[in-house]
């Protein structure tokens, strides 16, 4: 019942790890700090709720990245039944200021005060395949620290600019909206990710989503693509997607992959995964096995030749 937190790369100003909270853990609901002079986002694997003081409740899930500004105080919230899992990136203050600069003026004006205005960030498909790069490459003992440093620093600003592109759209949004119309839009959607992320693969209809939501179909449709630029159906989708890397990583059988994440069948589950990724589930795990393999070659290799 223990939580674990583990670094798995350290530098001088970036620091990258993993963080895994099970479901029956007494922390849930207690208060939490992060350090001060250090910014933090987190990469969620399973879905959780994360209040911080200066933000309004967001629901955490792999389609999202989330942002802690210097001494954030928060609590969370028990979603999924599999607890808090996530990767998170550590980094000195003043690199989340020179990541915001470009979108901020306050930002450039006053980086020793600057903290994120938005409490997450849209995750797109090559930006969470970085992060598993990352997490990939970290498997290397011999891993260029160069190398992974540069990645993580690409990682802060890709996940810091799609914070401000989120919150300009909002923004925009919120000039032809009531304030409190705007608020009522934002909580449906939260609704539906805590809805979705406590089961992905729950074969749950639009009207069974709705239903648990309290709003109808076409309203839930329409303000659902509004606010996050996708359906429900591909948000769902992808969301089952994510969650089937840390499965495939574990070595489970592509059958049970398919049908616990709710696919119609393993054919229909490769299918996806080829056309969001690029290669079928099958192949992507091969390399991921022959990287690691290789890696340990050359290590015997070169203790061999010394």
């Known amino acids: 019942m223990r939580s674990v937190q583990q670094v798995t790369f350290q530098s001088q100003d970036v620091w990258f790890g993993e963080f895994n909270l099970p479901a029956d853990h007494p922390e849930w609901g207690r208060e939490a700090r992060v350090s001060d002079g250090v910014a933090l986002i987190a990469f969620p694997g399973t879905a959780v709720l994360i209040h911080q003081v200066e933000h309004r409740p967001t629901v955490a899930d792999p389609m999202r990245a989330v942002t802690y500004a210097p001494g954030s105080v928060y609590r969370r919230a028990v979603v999924s039944p599999q607890g808090d899992h996530c990767s998170f990136v550590a980094f000195d203050a003043r690199l989340a200021a020179e990541a915001a600069a470009p979108f901020d003026r306050g930002a450039a004006g006053d980086p020793a005060n600057y903290r994120f205005p938005f409490a997450a960030a849209a995750m797109t498909t090559p930006d969470f395949m970085l992060k598993q790069r990352v997490r990939s490459r970290l498997a290397d003992p011999d891993v260029d620290a160069g190398e992974v440093r540069e990645r ?33 839009h934002c909580d449906l959607v939260e609704n539906v990710r805590k809805l979705i992320g406590r089961d992905p693969g729950a074969q749950l209809s639009i009207d069974q989503i709705a239903s648990g939501v309290a709003t109808s179909p076409f309203h839930l449709s329409r303000v659902f693509r509004r606010e996050t630029g996708t359906s429900v159906h591909s948000y769902r989708t992808q969301l089952r997607l994510r969650a089937s890397i840390e499965r495939l990583a574990a070595g489970d059988r592509l059958a049970d992959v398919a049908q616990d994440l709710g696919f119609a069948s393993q054919a229909h589950f490769a299918d996806r995964f080829r056309r969001t990724y690029g290669v079928p589930p099958a192949a992507w795990r091969r390399q991921l096995v022959s990287g690691r393999q290789m890696s340990k070659i050359v290590k015997e290799a070169a203790g061999r030749a010394a």
Do not use: F, H, M, N
């Open 152 to 184: 993580l620093y690409w990682l802060i600003e890709r996940a810091v600019r799609s914070g401000y592109r989120v919150l300009g759209t909002s923004r925009l949004a919120a000039t032809g909206q009531r304030e409190a119309t705007r608020r009522e």
